[in-house]
């Protein structure tokens, strides 16, 4: 069965990076992209960016450009989301999510909680 | 950037029926802009209910569709029960980068 298992919760300073991975299992990887989502306490959601599974392209949002890395290890199945120099809003919970191509959005990854405090 | 609109919150009564929308800053939303609607509850990972503006998965109740509506995709709810209150967030792809709106909170009284 699919699975999207992540990384356990970070504590980390301002101005650290933090590196959250998620294992998938299940599906063979054609036609998918990974992507990373965020949640804020008490706020919404934000799209981060996305990986290609089968061949790393990614893509990310304008207003982390420069900050995200979005990476795969294709002889594990671990694809990553790291973010530098950390501040206190980026304290959220980190979710990677399977999206079949076309737009169809299904499986969710239990979430990272990624804490920013000095 | 890309804008994405949701009513804040509504409000409906249980067996009644209650539509949520979802705009976009770049224009009317379109196929083009494959919707997707969430519903999160707290303290829990958000669960997908439709795709591409009207299909559903596998796991979706029957009260629940999808529709572009003036322009802008739509989620209805009709015959509502006391565990859809939740809160329910759309995503486009309009402007040429996924955006979530930011949700609107239904309370079912």
């Known amino acids: 069965q699919v699975q999207l298992l992540q990384s356990g919760a970070e504590v980390k300073k301002p101005g650290a990076s933090v590196k959250v991975s998620c294992k998938v299992s299940?599906?063979?990887?054609?036609?998918?992209?990974l992507h990373w989502v965020r949640q804020a306490p008490g706020q919404g959601l934000e799209w981060m960016g996305a990986?290609?599974?089968?061949?790393?392209?990614?893509a990310y949002t304008q207003s982390l450009q420069g900050r995200v890395t979005m990476t795969r290890d294709t002889s594990t199945d671990i694809f990553y989301m790291e973010l530098t120099r950390l501040r206190s809003e980026d304290t959220a919970v980190y979710h990677c999510?399977?999206?079949?191509?076309?737009?169809?959005?299904?499986?969710w990854g239990q979430g990272t909680l990624v804490t920013v405090s000095s | 950037q890309t804008v994405v609109t949701q009513e804040p919150s509504m409000t409906v009564s249980p067996g009644g029926t209650v539509t949520l929308t979802c705009a976009s800053s770049?224009?009317?939303?379109?196929?083009?802009?494959?919707p997707n609607w969430f519903q999160q509850k707290p303290g829990q990972t958000p669960r997908p209910l439709v795709h591409?503006?009207?299909n559903k998965h596998s796991w979706t109740p029957a009260r629940f569709s999808g529709s572009l509506l003036g322009g802008k995709a739509a989620l209805t709810l009709s015959g509502v029960q006391p565990e859809d209150e939740a809160e329910y967030y759309c995503?486009?792809?309009?402007?040429?980068?996924?955006?979530f709106g930011g949700g609107t909170k239904l309370t079912v009284l």
């Open positions: 999510v399977r999206e079949r191509g076309g737009g169809l959005f299904d499986y």
């Open positions: 299940g599906f063979t990887f054609t036609n998918y992209y």
């Open positions: 990986i290609t599974l089968s061949d790393g392209g990614t």
């Open positions: 770049t224009g009317a939303v379109t196929s083009g802009c494959s």
């Open positions: 591409s503006i009207h």
């Open positions: 995503l486009l792809f309009c402007g040429g980068t996924w955006v």
